[in-house]
């Protein structure tokens, strides 16, 4: 309980700046953001709803009860504003309560992955409910075809401990897959779980889904991160058009360090990466959409034919144009490089 009470009590001191000092009946304090040890007078619970002013102390007390136990808060000052404050912070505490207990598991997990939990309810709910203690992370998968509450089962039978599935909303899901490893000792790949995944679904209940994910993160707490990182791994997919059905934040470090460029130096290196009489090459939709799927596919001539439903043949000619207008052979390393620095720059100008 004293975990619990001294989370609220932070959030009201993010919330406020104001520190809040909590006793029990026996004078003991449970929860204090002071800081440092406390000295409160000598006052126990009382059923008056009101706060008392101790002017000798220069403190304003109030009272309130928590999961069933009676307790007096106190916070310094004695003039009308920290009256409606005490009033404020004790129906705070109790709503919070009352907010805790009406929360399923699967609405606090929710809360917690999206993080509107402080670390300590995070901690507490870990504790409580004997979350892993692992590195774990976020993995999305957004629904082209099918039930989120079905699926949401399919990925229960193929969890492992202490993996939980939960509902955003009726397009996307969140698996928080904790780090497993295999007799070697070898972490499994969250890449390669879910192109098992987004395989197995489709092969046996008939749904299309994608799957994006965040970056492995060391503690439960730390969960948001890999969330937010997932869901900016669904906007850059989409940015990119990309076809792949698995996606990983760690494909798109390099547009994100692209996004925080001035306008006028993306326009310095274009220059620099490109000959003027080869810019009009990125207009060309179909030349792009082409040289971003041989990229995506590993510079693998057969496989991104396939992927573009075209004749190798084509392929080859696409890819021997690119050369010819810019000089960059992409099936090469160091010209594939190049030139995917050349298309994340030309996403974002």
């Known amino acids: 309980m004293e975990k619990e009470l001294l989370g609220i009590l ?11 000092a909590v006793i029990s009946d026996n004078g003991l304090i449970e929860a204090n953001t002071y800081g440092e040890y406390v000295k409160l007078p000598s006052v126990t619970f009382n059923e008056r709803k009101d706060p008392v002013v101790l002017q000798e102390e220069n403190l304003t007390c109030f009272y309130f009860s928590f999961n ?29 309560q009352i907010k805790n207990l009406e929360l399923t598991f699967s609405e606090q997990y929710l809360s917690i992955i999206l993080g509107d939990f402080t670390k300590s309810r995070t901690l507490h709910f870990q504790e409580k409910y004997s979350v892993p203690k692992k590195p774990c992370a976020c993995i999305l998968f957004k629904l082209l075809k099918g039930n989120a509450s079905d699926f949401v089962s399919f990925l229960n039978d193929y969890a492992s ?13 969140c698996l928080v897959k904790f780090n497993e490893y295999d007799y070697d000792g070898n972490s499994t790949s969250n890449i390669e779980y879910s192109e098992y995944i987004v395989k197995s679904v489709f092969e046996e209940l008939g749904y299309e889904v994608l799957a ?55 326009q310095e290196f274009l220059s620099m990466l490109l000959e003027p009489s080869a810019v009009e090459i990125l207009k060309d939709e179909e030349i792009m959409t082409t040289a971003e799927a041989f990229l995506n596919n590993d510079l693998n001539v057969s496989e991104t034919a396939r992927a573009l439903y075209v004749h190798r043949n084509t392929l080859i000619y696409r890819i021997e144009k690119i050369k ?10 160091n010209d594939a490089l190049a030139f995917k620095i050349i298309s994340v720059l030309a996403k974002i100008k």
Do not use: W
């Open 10 to 20: 932070n959030t009201i001191k993010n919330k406020t700046g104001i520190d809040v």
């Open 68 to 96: 069933g136990t009676n307790f007096t808060g106190a916070i310094e000052g004695v003039s009308a504003i920290e009256l409606n404050y005490a009033i404020f912070i004790s129906s705070f505490i109790e709503n919070s």
């Open 161 to 173: 401990s202490g993996d939980t599935a939960v509902i955003i909303d009726e397009e996307f899901v």
């Open 212 to 266: 994006y994910v965040g970056s492995t993160v060391t503690s439960f707490v730390e969960l948001p991160l890999s969330y937010k990182q997932a869901v900016e791994t669904v906007k850059m997919s989409n940015l990119f058009n990309v076809s792949s059905s698995v996606n990983a934040y760690k494909y798109y470090l390099l547009l994100k360090m692209a996004e925080d460029l001035p306008t006028g130096k993306i």
């Open 324 to 333: 010819k207008i810019t000089g960059m052979d992409i099936r090469t390393f």
